[in-house]
């Protein structure tokens, strides 16, 4: 992504005497400027005592994660993403920073970097060193896996701490992966990625949005690039939430009812690979009974959100990870775990397809 900083286009530069005591409005480690990070560390505890409402936000105890939207600039142009419809350029590195240090007081040891496309952010490997200074245990980097095709970045990511990198994958081809991203020759270099990072990074995990493209090669796909390395998968279910076109998107949504067969043929393939696979955003009473224990909402995680310039939130407690109940799910055995279900898809499909457990 683009440096959010520029001249105003004119050209003209107008020589100015800087006074003796003069102050520098920006803080340090912009315009290309790189200062140590445990200068940054300073400047982030120095900041952070005049960012954030210690009264209203993030009064829970015993955060364990949290996740960092850098910036929804990104060099793909996904069919139901709705991060092309944000506002161009990256949350300020004293912003990250502030955030890190939030965390870290929260108790958080997981530190999750996603986008947008994160691997554009001009400051990512001071912000993963200055999180490990800080003491997060686990850092994991979200991403279409474009910049990863590159060998040296895959091994300047583990330098500065990256520990994992999920992928985020769209098919088991280039046919499907290429046609959801618009992005020709993406798959190629996103398996080039993954092989790259099998070479550096500790552990490789994928992100698979289960457009229904993706669907009825999804067993595929595992079997696939877990060959290549992959350690664990999170099937991702697409939400029309957030898209001004929400009529095009939601032809891409399956209906939880036709996916049963392939999700069963997908964590079948993930059991003979010995490889890890849960599911995000379907209820447990739209899976098989066989694979409903492998539902994982957002809430397992402990994790906290947090957006350029917003406030960190519960993942929870986004409408992308449902928040929708029906009568009658008060009875069901699954509730206390079950986050429900999306305004989005009930709007699209209805609810006949959902029967309490």
């Not at 290429?178 to 790259?196: A, H, I, S």
């Not at 409903?292 to 917003?310: C, E, H, I, K, Q």
């Amino acid at each position: 992504m683009l440096d959010d900083h520029g001249s105003d286009g004119s050209g003209a530069v107008t020589p100015r005497r800087r006074r003796r005591n003069s102050r520098r409005r920006r803080l340090p480690g912009f315009r290309g400027r790189c200062f140590h990070p445990a200068f940054h560390l300073i400047v982030a505890r120095i900041a952070f005592a005049f960012s954030f409402d210690r009264d209203t936000i993030g009064t829970e105890a015993g955060l364990d994660w949290l996740e960092i939207v850098l910036g929804f600039d990104c060099n793909c142009r996904c069919r139901v993403c709705p991060s092309g419809e944000q506002p161009r350029g990256f949350m300020p590195l004293e912003e990250a920073e502030r955030l890190c240090l939030w965390g870290r007081e929260r108790g958080a040891t997981g530190l999750w970097l996603g986008g947008g496309e994160p691997t554009l952010y001009p400051h990512l490997f001071d912000l993963v060193t200055l999180a490990r200074r800080l003491g997060y245990e686990r850092i994991r980097l979200q991403t279409n896996g474009l910049m990863l095709a590159y060998e040296k970045f895959a091994e300047r990511l583990a330098g500065a701490g990256v520990d994992t990198v999920a992928f985020s994958l769209k098919g088991a081809g280039a046919d499907s992966h290429d046609w959801v991203t618009r992005r020709p020759g993406g798959f190629e270099l996103v398996t080039k990625g993954v092989r790259n990072a099998g070479k550096h990074l500790d552990r490789i995990e994928a992100d698979v949005l289960v457009t229904s493209r993706c669907l009825p090669e999804l067993d595929s796909l595992v079997a696939g690039f877990a060959g290549l390395g992959v350690a664990e998968f999170v099937l991702w279910w697409p939400s029309t939430h957030g898209l001004s076109d929400k009529v095009s998107a939601t032809r891409l949504v399956p209906r939880f009812s036709e996916g049963a067969d392939a999700l069963s043929r997908a964590f079948d393939a993930a059991d003979v690979a010995g490889v890890g696979m849960t599911s995000l955003h379907t209820p447990p009473c739209a899976l098989p009974e066989g694979i409903r224990d492998r539902y994982r909402p957002s809430s397992f995680w402990n994790l906290y959100v947090a957006t350029p310039g917003g406030e960190p939130f519960r993942a929870e407690e986004s409408p992308m990870e449902g928040g929708v109940f029906l009568q009658g799910c008060s009875a069901c055995s699954h509730r206390r775990s079950c986050l429900g279900l999306r305004r989005d898809y009930l709007d699209a499909f209805g609810a006949d397809e959902f029967r309490p457990l």
